[in-house]
């Protein structure tokens, strides 16, 4: 009996640890509890996305981000690569959920056509995940930027999918006053990129995101911010994209 149930526990074990990973990857299934921000069709991108209205905002509503065929799978997907981001200027044209968030589990897949192809993930609309092929650095694919170097060994490469699995912390206020800093811990193809990563500021200045502007990014507020994809453009698409609400109470977001 003994035997038995320490075999029926190691086999639930795998099978959870099997499940985890493949809830961590290109083509990962929403978690019971997440709502789905983007499908893949012009509907969801209308009815859950908006430009971020920044100092730098350059383009008007309808979102010019197009639906384009998946190049991989089939199907639709959306494409960052609106007008008015050309030549790198981001937050001239960059979509952001109506819904906003503090802790969050967030999914994301992307695909990036061409060498140097550039966007990022923002999440509160302040603290960006890169999205650039060919850099490594601390500014490159999948840091937390300026904060940590980029785990590139996890990338797919060009013309692929790839994917971001995020469970994000809110700082943490009393009085007014900043208490705890925002916390991220990160899988990039389903291989853990980051654990417990504190975030010190927002980087980029005033068309970065919410409190870029504020004291160099240094002086994060109180308030809550949405995912933000950056246009910059560049021919990088999204698709899959969901997110679970959370309320971590610890400071602790690894899973």
């Known amino acids: 009996m003994k035997k038995n149930a320490l075999l029926i526990l190691f086999l639930a074990a795998s099978a959870t640890s099997i499940f985890a990973q493949s809830n961590m990857n290109v083509g990962a299934k ?63 044209a960059d979509i952001v959920t109506n819904k906003k968030f503090r802790d969050f589990r967030a999914h994301v897949e992307f695909l990036i056509v061409n060498p140097g192809g550039n966007s990022g993930v923002y999440l509160q609309n302040r603290y960006e995940i890169q999205v650039l092929d060919g850099d490594s650095t601390s500014h490159g694919l999948g840091a937390v930027i300026n904060e940590s170097e980029s785990p590139y060994f996890a990338y797919n490469g060009l013309g692929k999918w790839n994917s971001y699995d995020i469970v994000f912390r809110a700082a943490r206020f009393k009085d007014g006053k900043l208490t705890e800093q925002p916390m991220v811990t990160m899988y990039f193809n389903g291989k853990k990129a980051h654990t417990n990563q504190v975030i010190s500021q927002v980087w980029g200045g005033p068309n970065s995101g919410i409190d870029g502007g504020n004291d160099g990014g240094k002086g994060i507020t109180d308030v809550p911010g949405g995912l933000k994809l950056q246009a910059e453009g560049h021919d990088v698409f999204y698709r899959n994209i969901w997110i679970e609400e959370l309320n971590l109470k610890k400071a602790d977001t690894d899973f």
């Open 30 to 92: 929403p978690t019971k509890k997440a709502v789905v921000y983007f499908d893949g069709s012009r509907d969801m991108l209308d009815k859950n996305w908006t430009y971020w209205d920044g100092p730098r905002l350059a383009a008007q509503l309808p979102i010019k981000w197009q639906i384009v065929k998946d190049p991989v799978d089939g199907g639709t997907v959306m494409s960052s690569n609106d007008p008015a981001g050309a030549g790198g200027k981001y937050g001239a």
